[in-house]
């Protein structure tokens, strides 16, 4: 078991910028770290699963030990099988607080020793979620502060689209 290594799971439909600092500062602390996509999320996606790991994997290209995979069921599963046990979430303040820990809480139960590390959104990225960029792209709104550059473009077309 590697103890250097950790999955950040969660939807990234479509990853913001809230999520990359997430990912680059676990990814300064662990040796390797694992983004996974989950697709059968309840709510239909904005995003298809290709698109959601392929941004990321774009907007992660400088960073070596960064992974995206896709994965369906259970986090804990997709922890056990790939032999992970540091989970690792963003919390934006309190409100995200009381569902983390009990999540945290559900997938200790489901496997025993499987951690959950916390990493606070900075200030300026902590008004930043994935659902505000759907609102505001739907709306025309600026996504520049909220989405990463490179793929700034392929968000605002992916609503142009619909
Ligand atoms: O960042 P998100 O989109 O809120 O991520 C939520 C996610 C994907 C981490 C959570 O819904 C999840 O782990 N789903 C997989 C199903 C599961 O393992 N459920 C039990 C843990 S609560």
């Given at each position: 078991m590697s103890k250097g290594a950790c999955l950040y799971p969660g939807?990234?439909?479509?990853?913001?910028?809230?999520?990359?600092d997430i990912i680059r500062r676990a990814a300064a602390v662990f040796d390797r770290v694992v983004v996974g996509v989950l697709v059968n999320a309840d709510k239909r996606p904005s995003f298809t699963m290709e698109e959601r790991v392929g941004m990321i994997?774009?907007?992660?290209?400088?960073l070596p030990n960064v992974?995206?995979?896709?994965f369906s069921g259970l986090t804990a599963e997709l922890c056990r099988k790939l032999?992970?046990?540091?989970?690792?979430?963003?919390?934006r303040?309190?409100?995200?607080?009381?569902?983390?820990?009990?999540?945290?809480?559900?997938?200790a139960l489901l496997l025993p020793?499987?951690?959950t590390v916390y990493f606070g959104a900075k200030g300026e990225l902590e008004a930043v979620s994935s659902s505000l960029v759907r609102e505001l792209a739907a709306l025309g709104g600026d996504l520049t502060p909220f989405v990463?550059?490179?793929i700034l473009e392929q968000v605002r077309a992916g609503f142009r689209k619909e």
């Open positions: 939807s990234f439909d479509p990853v913001t910028n809230g999520h990359l994997r774009t907007v992660c290209r400088d992974e995206a995979v896709p032999d992970i046990r540091v989970l690792v979430r963003g919390v303040g309190a409100a995200d607080l009381d569902a983390e820990l009990r999540m945290a809480r559900v997938n020793g499987l951690e990463p550059g490179e």
